[in-house]
Nanobody, 123 residues
Framework: QVHLVESGGGLAQSGGSLRLSCAAS????????IAWFRQAPGKEREIVSC???????YYVDSVKGRFAISRANAENTVYLQMDSLKPEDTAVYYC?????????????????WGQGTRVTVSS
């Protein structure tokens, strides 16, 4: 059974950093695409970043140069390093995965989701 668990959220000050983790079980991340989404209060969910099985990455414009996605296949975990945080990064962050790992990851209709981890950035 495919299962994802996010961790690493919390409270950070503007300009600070957090690292989110998405630990997978029941499958090997090597061949899957993984994405990080976020949903801020009163807003629609948006994709933040993703990585496909060939390690091609995507970032939404608002986080380019500040966030970095990486995978540690030996740990079956994907990370989202978030630096230079801004109050507008405040949201619940979700990781998602799909077996269509070779596709352009920003267009995949992800089917398996974690429970989310809350990130709050204070000004």
């Amino acid at each position: 059974q495919v299962h994802l668990v996010e961790s690493g959220g919390g409270l950070a000050q503007s300009g600070g950093s957090l690292r989110l983790s998405c630990a997978a079980s029941g499958f090997s991340l090597d061949y899957y695409a993984i994405a990080w989404f976020r949903q801020a209060p009163g807003k629609e969910r948006e994709i933040v970043s993703c990585i496909n099985s060939a390690d091609a990455t995507y970032y939404v414009d608002s986080v380019k140069g500040r966030f970095a996605i990486s995978r540690a296949n030996a740990e079956n975990t994907v990370y989202l390093q978030m630096d230079s945080l801004k109050p507008e990064d405040t949201a619940v962050y979700y990781c998602a995965t799909d077996e269509r790992g070779g596709s352009a990851c920003e267009w995949i209709p992800y089917e398996t989701w974690g429970q989310g981890t809350r990130v709050t950035v204070s000004s």
